[in-house]
């Protein structure tokens, strides 16, 4: 019979310590408490309702979010993002569109 390991994960662990006398042993991992780490991401939505083939959003995310785009009747479109700052980008196609911008 194989020896195992428990390795017990607690949302306010901040380091795990790990013994073993085997060289493969059965691993079994439990986490408490929640997601580790805790809080939630942030995310924001832009729409733009006219066509244009240059949107430049202010957010409020504090960070450099990563962008997904989609034109009014729900199909992804890629697009360049340039990062103004922490609080603005700005996106730009190669044909004008309305759609969203999920940012996260």
């Known amino acids: 019979m ?4 428990n390795i017990i994960l607690d949302q306010g662990a901040n380091s795990v310590d790990v013994v073993s006398n085997t060289e493969q042993p059965t691993v079994e991992v439990v986490i408490t408490g929640g997601i580790i780490g805790g809080g939630s991401d942030k995310n924001f939505v832009f729409t733009q309702s006219s066509a244009s083939d240059t949107w430049t959003i202010n957010h409020t995310l ?3 979010p990563s962008v997904s785009v989609v034109d009014s ?3 992804a ?3 360049n993002i340039t990062y103004n700052s922490t609080s603005q980008i700005t996106l730009t196609f190669s044909a ?3 759609g969203k911008a999920y940012l996260n």
């Open 2 to 5: 194989a020896e195992s390991i």
């Open 77 to 79: 479109v890629i697009g």
């Open 73 to 75: 009747g729900g199909t």
């Open 96 to 98: 004008s569109f309305s």
């Open 62 to 64: 504090d960070k450099f």
